[in-house]
């Protein structure tokens, strides 16, 4: 199965807007609710800041949430801080107990 | 707290087999809540989904690993492994094991080791 597609890139000042897209197809991204993001700093292990396309794990801040529309699910980061620099993934059930990636973006803060 | 820890051997020569194991603390591999994963990403790369295995040792692989992955748990050491034969260079990457947030397989995954740099090379 084909990686999500995400923009491989994406910026913004500080106290700005951000939404990171997240294109897959319907057999996967279109046809589930088990849309998931995870933000990655260097060196570090992914942290969860979505899951199942719009909710929140205890400890990420409001200023990230989800949604989804189709094949295209999206990250917004309100408020930017520049601790929200990092490597941005998705993910999503796509079927048969498989699941996929997207091939990330980097979000820089300005 | 639950912590997740990847052990194994750093360097694997090619052709060889990759063994990995992930030792969970602080919580039981055995709740039924949850599944297991692993994860790896290729230096400079993304992340890839490998497989995910629950506690009953019901495993589902990446069809495009399959041929080559095992995935095995051991309930009284509270430890589940992956193997992943005849590699290769390709196969070099950071292996991450993690926890499902709930028992569906492609939900997210919540609690995630270090991760392990494994190089393929003679």
């Known amino acids: 199965q084909s990686a999500l597609t995400q923009p491989p890139s994406a910026s913004g000042s500080p106290g700005q807007s951000v939404t990171i897209s997240c294109t897959g197809t319907?057999?996967?991204?279109?046809?589930?609710?088990?849309i998931s993001w995870y933000q990655q700093h260097p060196g570090k292990a992914p942290k969860l800041m979505i899951y199942?396309?719009?909710k929140r794990p205890s400890g990420v801040p409001d200023r990230f949430s989800g949604s989804k529309s189709g094949n295209t699910a999206s990250l917004t980061v309100s408020g930017l801080q520049a601790e929200d620099e990092a490597d941005y993934y998705c993910?999503?059930?796509?079927?048969?107990?498989?699941?996929?990636f997207g091939g990330g973006t980097e979000l820089t803060v300005l | 707290q639950l912590q997740l820890q990847e052990l194994g051997p750093g360097l694997v020569k090619p052709s060889e087999t990759l063994s990995l194991t992930c030792t969970v603390s602080g919580g039981s591999i055995s709740r039924r809540s949850y599944y297991w994963g692993w994860i790896r990403q290729p230096p400079g790369k993304g992340l890839g989904w490998i497989g995910s295995?629950?506690?009953?040792?019901?495993?589902y692989y990446n069809p495009s690993l399959e041929s080559r992955v095992t995935m095995s748990v051991d309930t009284s050491k509270n430890q589940f492994s992956l193997k992943l034969s005849s590699v290769t260079a390709a196969d070099t990457a950071v292996y991450y094991c993690?926890?499902?947030?709930?028992?569906?397989?492609?939900?997210?995954?919540?609690?995630w080791g270090q991760g392990t740099m494994v190089s393929v090379s003679s």
């Open positions: 993910s999503s059930y796509a079927g048969s107990n498989n699941v996929v």
């Open positions: 295995i629950y506690y009953t040792g019901s495993t």
């Open positions: 993690a926890r499902g947030i709930s028992v569906i397989v492609g939900d997210a995954l919540d609690i």
């Open positions: 199942e396309v719009s």
């Open positions: 319907s057999s996967d991204v279109g046809n589930y609710k088990y």
